[in-house]
C-alpha cells in the first residue's frame, strides 16, 4: 500500500528595525503563513521580535523570540527562544556562529553552529549544523537588494527543505 502525502507552506515575511543606539538594533517581523495539506488550506499569522548588540567590534550577541502569539489554522506555533553569538575573522569576511533555541514545546533546547564566509561583499556562501542536520546557503547582494538560498536537510520531522528570500534594505 503506498499514501502520497501532499504539503506546502509559504510564509511572507515583513521585517522593521532600528538603531536606538550605535551599538544596539532591534527588530520585529510579521509573518503570514499559507500551508496546504492535499485540499486542506490553512492560513496563519505570526510575529518575531529580537535585539542584537554589538560589545566590541567583531563580537555580535542577540536574542530572538519567534511565533509570539502564533498560529495556523485553529492550532497555535509554539514559542521558541534563541540566543546566539557571532565573531568575525579574516577581516570580517570570515563569520562563525553559534546559538542556542528553546521551543516551549519540547524538553530540550537545540545548539546550532554555523561559518559564513563573504567574497567581495556580493556573494556569501555559509554552512551548519542544526543538532546533527546540515544547511547549506548563497546568498547573492545587488546594491540595496539581497538574494538568499539555504537548503535544509531534517532527517526526523519535516524532511529536507528550501529557503528563498528576497530582502530590500532602505
Known amino acids: 500500500v503506498t499514501f502520497a502525502f501532499n504539503y506546502i507552506s509559504n510564509t511572507l515575511i515583513?521585517?522593521?528595525g532600528i538603531k536606538p543606539q550605535k551599538n544596539v538594533a532591534v527588530g520585529v517581523s510579521v509573518k503570514l503563513i499559507a500551508d496546504a495539506v492535499k485540499d486542506n488550506f490553512r492560513?496563519?499569522?505570526?510575529f518575531d521580535c529580537g535585539i542584537l548588540t554589538n560589545p566590541w567590534r567583531k563580537l555580535n550577541l542577540g536574542i530572538k523570540i519567534q511565533d509570539i502569539l502564533s498560529v495556523v489554522g485553529k492550532d497555535g506555533i509554539p514559542l521558541s527562544v534563541t540566543a546566539g553569538v557571532s565573531y568575525k575573522l579574516l577581516n570580517d569576511d570570515l563569520i562563525l556562529s553559534v546559538d542556542l533555541n528553546k521551543n516551549m514545546d519540547s524538553t530540550r533546547p537545540q545548539w546550532r553552529a554555523g561559518i559564513g564566509y563573504n567574497i567581495?561583499?556580493?556573494?556569501f556562501l555559509s554552512t551548519g549544523l542544526n543538532g546533527s542536520d546540515l544547511s547549506f546557503g548563497l546568498g547573492i547582494k545587488f546594491t540595496v537588494f539581497n538574494l538568499n538560498y539555504v537548503y535544509l536537510s531534517d532527517r526526523i520531522q519535516a524532511g529536507d527543505r528550501s529557503h528563498i528570500s528576497l530582502g530590500v534594505k532602505f
Not at 492560513?43 to 505570526?46: A, E, N, V, Y
Open 14 to 16: 515583513a521585517s522593521a
Open 43 to 46: 492560513p496563519g499569522i505570526g
Open 120 to 123: 567581495a561583499n556580493i556573494v
